[in-house]
């Protein structure tokens, strides 16, 4: 697991706290979990963003990587 330094507001640390001190839970498990359901919303839309970025090319995607390959 790795740390990182995180500037919160006085406000978002004093949510933290209290739903931490509800769940008796650390607050960095609860800020672990926030960022989980972060990642876990942004999935979607992220990988809706490269759907279809070949839709406009002459080649096919199969031929152009093995051209690429050819070159090595």
């Known amino acids: 697991m790795s740390r990182i330094l995180v500037d919160l507001t006085d406000a978002q640390l004093s949510e933290i706290t209290q739903i931490a001190e509800v769940d008796k839970r650390a607050r960095a498990a609860v800020i672990r979990?926030?960022?989980d359901l972060y990642i876990a919303q942004r999935k979607p839309a992220l990988a809706a963003d490269?759907?279809?970025l070949w839709e406009s090319r002459e080649i096919d995607g199969l031929d152009y990587q093995e051209g690429l390959r050819s070159e090595w």
């Open 33 to 35: 979990d926030a960022l």
């Open 50 to 52: 490269v759907f279809g």
